[in-house]
């Protein structure tokens, strides 16, 4: 799979500065809000991510169908609305388990093996050494998109059944924790998300300055990863901190009942929940 993230990285450095600086600046400024705040707006998160999750599964699945991704789009988005708790734990363990699989990709020979058998077409669409034209960025994307989900499909046959063992167990293991913690599992996935949305950006940036980021990351790659996990932790201890619980929105303006002395009913189950919630 790096092979493609490298042939795209070829590719993208010839792309219309608009192309990469727009996405670029627009992808960083959410990725931060997401990072630092999304626990605080994460039901327009949920409803947001469900259509794009939507779009990608009913495209992919329906053969490139327009109209059916669009209607996956909208289905999945008003799940993830009315059920925004049951998506953010979803959501939570299906990042745990890709996470997984990326690294069983990344340690097994024989699965990037697979992966490099895959034939890159979307390469084929520009001609070398020549700035790529605005209307041409859309279909060089979708064609990258169609050969990086056939390496990923290449990659799962040849997963082995320790593989997926790990990556249900990862997943698994997420949402038993969010039943205990959901707050701190929110602001996880949220910081992840953010994190992610980050990279993204500043890899658009300084592809437009002409540098190489997805091969410096591939030598570097320990240090990015330790980066990354820093970002993770971090951000996910911000929204613990500053980002209010929901227990404490709900119970906002109510008054706590008072005992015989004078003193309020509150127990300590209500500070357990606030991590909960």
């Known amino acids: 799979m790096l092979q493609i993230l490298q042939e795209f990285e070829l590719t993208a450095a010839r792309f219309a500065p608009i192309i990469l600086i727009g996405p670029g600046v627009l992808t960083v400024i959410i990725g931060l809000f997401v990072w630092l705040g999304g626990v605080g707006f994460r039901g327009a998160l949920a409803v947001i991510l469900g259509a794009i999750a939507g779009w990608i599964c009913g495209y992919f ?142 890899i658009s940036l300084v592809l437009y300055k002409g540098s190489m980021p997805i091969s410096i990351i591939r030598v570097k790659f320990l240090y990015y990863a330790a980066v990354f996990g820093f970002m993770v932790v971090f951000g996910t201890f911000v929204q613990l901190v500053l980002c209010p619980s929901l227990e404490k929105k709900v119970k906002k303006g109510k008054k706590p009942k008072k005992g015989k002395k004078g003193k309020t009913d509150e127990t300590p189950q209500l500070a357990y929940n606030r991590w909960r919630t």
């Open 61 to 202: 699945i329906a053969g490139e169908n327009i109209i059916a991704a669009a209607a996956s789009a909208v289905v999945v988005a008003v799940i993830a609305l009315v059920l925004q708790r049951a998506f953010i734990m979803v959501l939570a363990a299906s990042l745990a388990a890709v996470l997984t699989f990326f690294v069983f990709v990344g340690i097994c020979p024989e699965i990037l093996k697979a992966t490099e058998d895959v034939a890159i077409t979307a390469n084929h669409l520009a001609e070398k050494d020549k700035a790529i034209e605005i209307g041409l960025t859309p279909v060089l994307l979708k064609a990258y998109a169609i050969d990086f989900s056939k390496m990923v499909r290449a990659a799962a046959l040849q997963m082995r059944v320790s593989g997926w063992a790990a990556m249900a167990g990862s997943g698994v293991l997420l949402l038993i924790i969010g039943v205990f913690l959901r707050r701190f599992v929110s602001a996880l996935c949220c910081a992840v998300i953010g994190a992610m949305l980050i990279f993204t950006g500043m």
